[in-house]
């Protein structure tokens, strides 16, 4: 696990395959290099959406993927808070079990 402070109130915290993106003190997108998938919290799930600052953040984040085999960068999914959430828990446990065994 390591955790970056990439530019003003931006944070990136790396886990496994797993990149996420902090607004402030908020996880707001996430990258899962496996599955070379793109993830942002859907703005109207959170209680107090997204201010342009943090949008802004997310936008050029998200820009800066590199394009996959393809050529072109991997799809982009709101999905809400609460499963949001669940990917960055699901993987942070997953990755502290395979360090555990």
């Not at 790396?14 to 902090?22: E, I, K, Q, T």
């Not at 993830?39 to 953040?57: A, C, E, M, R, Y």
């Not at 050529?71 to 990917?87: G, Y």
Request: overall charge negative; some cysteine.
């Amino acid at each position: 696990m390591k955790i970056t402070q990439i530019a003003a109130n931006q944070t990136e915290l790396h886990v496994g395959d797993l990149a996420v993106l902090f607004s402030y003190q908020t996880p707001v997108a996430a990258y899962n290099a496996r599955g070379e998938e793109l993830f942002t919290v859907d703005p109207h799930s959170l209680t107090d959406g997204i201010s342009n600052t943090t949008s802004k953040h997310i936008s050029t984040w998200c820009a800066g993927w590199p394009n996959t085999v393809e050529e072109r960068r991997p799809k982009c999914s709101q999905i809400p808070c609460e499963l949001f959430d669940n990917l960055v828990h699901n993987e942070i446990n997953h990755w502290h079990a395979v360090a555990a065994s």
